[in-house]
């Protein structure tokens, strides 16, 4: 059995506008190892949910995606998520995948009983009986933290806090036991001690249930406290990817860097945060050469006409970059 349990290659996703290909995720490659949690940071825009919806075939009708997403199931057989038709995908995703998003409300549906609506995915994906779904239900809803949870069965969405809704959601993405989590931003719409509680609650069922995950999110500190490893994504393209404490230690693209160094920290000057340059909306990046290179403070000649290719810093750490931070220069105090 292959120790990694998804493997996005070559991933490219591109929308139709104005009668014209714009590629909005550029030849992405990520592994996800089986019972580990990937991170996927990047400012809006990057590209983040696209690259999640291509996984779970879920890309609006304007986008197109070309390249390869290996499912290793775990009887040994491999699967290109990308190449099957709607019916077999469903087939492996609805049972193998589940996904959170980002906005609870939006994927719920009002009208529903939150327990009918977590039942749905078993009835359909497990062809369980609905008295033997309705008692899964109400032991998942327990085990994500819903309180009273055959009481809550019969609650509409609207009668639950936002914090429940998350849990709710990820009840829902959980019933069927699935072998990878994608949770999309799963924790924006929440305060922050909700935030760290929903953080607690997947890395938990992740360690429990000895599931892989894909979280998906812009906020460095959602990352620190959920994954093992990290992909920076900037306009489409990996610029890093390294092993949590490694990537927040040594960040060697100044593209990390810049976002590590915009966290606010406790006993810093509150006068001075740095912050990223910002280039004007309407550019689509540098096309020839690197994406960042227009708000870079390390850019040379080389970085406007042509991507560098990706560099081992070892200890599993590469990056994308002519001008890297070197360690001493990146080092966090
Ligand atoms: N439904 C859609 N139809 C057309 N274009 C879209 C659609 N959704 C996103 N896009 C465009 O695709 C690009 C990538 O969007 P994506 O949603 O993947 O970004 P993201 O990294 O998830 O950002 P965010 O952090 O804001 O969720 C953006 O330029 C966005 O405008
Ligand atoms: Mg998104």
Not at 46 to 61: D, E, N, Q, Y
Not at 154 to 165: A, D, N, Q, T, V
Not at 303 to 329: L, M
């Amino acid at each position: 059995m292959s120790d990694i349990l998804l493997e996005i290659k070559n991933l490219t996703v591109s929308l139709r506008r104005k009668r014209k290909d714009l590629p909005i995720v550029k030849g992405v490659d990520i592994d996800i190892p089986r019972g580990q949690i990937i991170g996927l940071v990047g400012e809006s825009g990057c590209g983040k949910s696209m690259t999640a919806r291509s996984v779970m075939g879920i890309l609006p009708p304007s986008a197109s995606a070309a390249g390869s997403i290996i499912w290793h199931d775990q009887d040994g057989s491999s699967t290109d998520l990308l190449a099957l038709n709607e019916k077999k995908l469903r087939k492996i995703c609805g049972a193998g995948i589940g996904m959170i998003f980002q906005e609870p409300m939006s994927s719920l549906n009002p009208m529903m009983r939150i327990g009918d609506q977590v039942a749905e995915a078993l009835l359909i994906h497990k062809a369980a009986d609905r008295r033997e779904a309705k008692d899964r239900v109400i032991s998942i809803l327990k085990e994500v933290g819903i309180p009273e949870p055959a009481v809550r069965y019969r609650s509409y969405p609207h009668e639950l806090s936002g914090g429940m809704r998350q849990r709710v959601m990820i009840a829902m993405a959980m019933i069927c036991e699935p072998g990878l989590l994608i949770a999309d931003e799963p924790t924006t719409a929440l305060d922050v001690t909700t935030e760290s509680q929903i953080l607690k609650l997947i890395r938990q069922m992740c360690e429990t249930r000895h599931m892989s995950a894909l979280v998906i999110t812009h906020n460095m500190g959602v990352v620190s406290q959920l994954c093992d490893r990290v992909y920076v994504m900037y306009m489409g393209r990996i610029m890093e990817r390294a092993p949590m404490g490694e990537l927040f230690s040594h960040p060697m693209h100044p593209y990390t860097q810049g976002l590590l160094s915009s966290i606010p920290r406790i006993g810093a000057n509150p006068e001075y945060l740095e912050t990223i340059p910002s280039v004007s909306l309407d550019t689509d990046g540098n096309s020839e050469g690197c994406e960042f290179c227009l708000r870079c403070s390390r850019d040379d000649r080389r970085c406007f006409f042509g991507h560098p290719s990706e560099d081992d810093a070892g200890n599993g750490h590469y990056f994308s970059c002519f001008n890297p931070v070197q360690r001493t220069e990146g080092e966090n105090e």
